[in-house]
């Protein structure tokens, strides 16, 4: 394998909705620049992207995988997202490794709803993003209106680079430029090339004031070379999202892309850098990376697969330093270093062995069980407490209680569960106590059962599912404080703790937060986190339902300790206790989640679609013609009342209809269904 520089190096995640043809493109980017000698294709599942035998039977991608290739002395490290809503959270996993999301949009479709949110979720990340409007042949009447919405939706400054060029009789047979090398003399399906390269000129000329007069003095012509600094800013503010068109099938504007990928998207040097932060809490400090490769290891690792047989891989993005084989390196705040025995590129299913790996790149490294997806790689005790900010995964929406099938694989189930969790952090694991089941949730029906087929197909374990309890919540609506003092006495030394809290409201969606404002050493500050431990613990079981807490605030005010008898398990314990009865004073409340949905159907089914949500509690919050001559309905809803919604709408359109879900927030549950629930 050829040896690159970090400023040759481009990482791109490949985002969109199922069925824009990702896995396609990638195959036609691969062939054509020589990395593969045959392109696969995904209805044979011949494809190099789904290699797995759970993606090759579903005909989609399910998990990201790993491509590469070399082309105009650039190293160009693609990642291949599934685009099923269910597996949006496994397509947000390699976002922090890359500095670009190449989006790809259907041509016959346009923007669904896993393109809104990939869009989304790549401009929070301030990852630079660039379009491809794929399956362009045989949807020429079609292409305008998408560009168009693409500009309505994501903003106007979503600039094609290139254009279809269209033939005598309508067909569209290749691309035409309108940046790199701009050619005015060819016939494209909408706009001018020169009108579109005056777009993006002033677009990125509006990065900078001095350029703007030199581009002014000269007349209006400036180079690619001289735009390339403001090019890369607009990039990286989301100032510009390039837009190309391509067909996949067709090999249409696939070089057109490739060297717009190498000579406009940012490479690791360029993008915006990534915010290390070391140490945790009120400690924590932001950290810079030098990107340097003569400075100390530095890498993240992102994406962690299991295999019952190699055991478990890590695939990381290095930021600075130089990873080498045989060298030492340490995990997170792990004291003892493990040797850098393989190190490898990741090419589908193969492996690919390398020597050495440089800041930008990607690599993989393999039989380290201490690897979990968050985890830092480095070469020296100073980073010890180094790492990312934790990424955000959509919150679970679908659950099924799991169960042992066999007496004694209780154990063996636990075990596959965590795996499962490990290489998908989408995936939860909950308990249950009110029910007392042990509940896998996911994103939605097709998550938990592909995470099911895998436990039973890879890891040979077979569970009794069963319909779980709602996901619901507790919270508080009041404050209040509490004063509990816990003392045990059974013959020699004794235990003792007393704490006084305060408990009170956090916004919605804050989760949980802890704060000592101890004076004068009435608790120990050693004892404070074993406060904390006890109160952690009992958020787990809520006061009216069982349900676990959420957006609460503790505050430990005072307290009391004995010089002997005080211990960490009288603190913990006392902790417990003042919470659980702080809380019953502070106006307790039940939660329920509730989903935002989209739901396409035929004109004529409108109505009943809306008459049943409305029954349901929920809200119709608009309807929109889409491009496929239906319409989509907007809607809010309580998750109970909808969980079952999949055999209602086929019901209601006689299977045409189609929806997505996703978690919006949670909600009080009103009055009454509080009693229906009681009941």
Same mark, same amino acid.
């Given at each position: ?102 989006? /790809? ?66 067909? /569209? ?344 404002? /101890? ?36 505050? /430990? ?123």
């Amino acid at each position: 394998m050829a040896e690159f520089t970090t400023e040759q190096i481009r990482n791109l995640a490949v985002l969109g909705h199922t069925g824009a043809g990702k896995s396609s493109l990638l195959e036609a980017l691969l062939f054509s620049a020589d990395a593969i000698s045959a392109k696969g294709r995904v209805d044979k599942g011949t494809n190099h992207a789904d290699f797995t035998a759970q993606e090759k039977s579903h005909r989609h991608s399910l998990e990201p995988s790993f491509l590469n290739l070399d082309y105009q002395f650039h190293h160009i490290n693609f990642i291949d997202t599934p685009g099923l809503p269910d597996f949006f959270g496994r397509a947000l996993l390699p976002l922090p490794g890359v500095e670009s999301v190449l989006l /790809v949009v259907n041509a016959s479709v346009g923007i669904e709803s896993v393109t809104k949110r990939a869009f989304e979720a790549a401009r929070s990340q301030g990852k630079a993003v660039i379009i491809a409007i794929n399956h362009m042949d045989g949807n020429e009447a079609k292409v305008s209106d998408v560009m168009m919405d693409i500009q309505h939706q994501f903003g106007h400054r979503c600039l094609p680079v290139n254009l279809p060029n269209v033939t005598a009789d309508g067909q /569209v047979d290749d691309v035409v430029d309108c940046y790199l090398h701009c050619d005015e003399t060819f016939n494209t399906l909408f706009s001018h090339a020169a009108t579109a390269r005056d777009e993006l000129v002033d677009t990125v000329l509006e990065e900078d004031e001095a350029l703007m007069e030199l581009y002014l003095e000269q007349g209006e012509s400036l180079t690619p070379e001289q735009l390339h600094a403001p090019l890369e800013t607009a990039l990286r503010m989301g100032h510009l999202v390039p837009v190309c068109f391509t067909s996949a099938e067709q090999d249409i504007g696939i070089s057109s892309l490739l060297e717009v990928l190498i000579k406009l998207m940012p490479s690791p040097l360029e993008a915006n850098p990534p915010q290390f932060i070391k140490g945790f809490g009120e400690d924590a400090k932001p950290i810079d990376v030098t990107q340097k490769a003569t400075d100390h290891v530095l890498a993240h690792v992102f994406r962690v697969a299991i295999d019952p047989f190699f055991g478990r891989m890590g695939v990381f993005r290095l930021y600075q330093g130089k990873i080498t084989v045989g060298m030492k390196l340490f995990i997170g705040s792990g004291r003892k270093p493990f040797k850098v025995s393989h190190l490898m590129k990741l090419q589908g299913d193969k492996q690919i062995n390398v020597n050495q790996a440089l800041p930008g790149d990607i690599c993989a490294i393999a039989k380290l069980e201490e690897l979990s997806v968050g985890a830092v790689l480095h070469d020296s005790h100073d980073e010890d407490e180094f790492h990312l900010p934790e990424l955000k995964f959509p919150q679970p929406i679908f659950g099924l209680a799991v169960s042992a099938k066999r007496r004694g694989d209780e154990q063996k189930i636990s075990e596959v569960l965590n795996k499962l969790v490990a290489e998908d952090p989408s995936l939860h694991i909950s308990r249950n106590e009110a029910e007392g089941q042990t509940v896998l949730q996911g994103q939605g029906d097709l998550h938990l059962q592909i995470a099911l087929e895998k436990a039973q197909n890879l890891f040979n374990v077979d569970m009794e599912t069963d319909t779980p309890a709602v996901a619901y919540r507790e919270t508080i609506m009041g404050e209040a404080e509490y004063r509990y003092r816990h003392k045990k006495q059974s013959g020699g030394s004794g235990q003792f703790g007393e704490v006084e809290l305060k408990v009170e409201p956090l916004a919605r969606g804050q989760g949980f937060e802890f704060v000592s404002k /101890v004076v004068g050493g009435s608790v120990p500050s050693q004892y404070i986190p074993a406060v904390e431990k006890g109160v952690r613990e009992a958020m787990l079981v809520g006061e009216l339902g069982g349900y676990p807490l959420q957006d609460v605030k503790v505050t /430990v005010l005072d307290g009391k300790h004995h010089s002997v008898d005080s211990k960490e398990i009288a603190f913990v314990m006392a902790g417990k206790k003042a919470f659980m009865e702080a809380v019953k004073l502070a106006q307790p409340v039940i939660l329920e989640p509730i989903v935002d949905m989209q739901i396409h159907v035929a004109q004529s089914h409108v109505g009943e679609i809306t008459g049943d949500i409305s029954s349901s509690r929920g809200i119709v919050c608009g309807t929109q013609a889409n491009s496929k001559g239906g319409v989509e309905v907007s809607v809010e809803a309580p998750l109970a009342n909808v969980s079952n919604y999949s055999t209602r709408l086929k019901s209601m359109t006689g299977g045409e209809g189609q929806f997505s879900m996703h978690f919006s927030r949670y909600d009080v549950l009103p009055k009454k269904a509080v009693k229906e629930l009681a009941e």
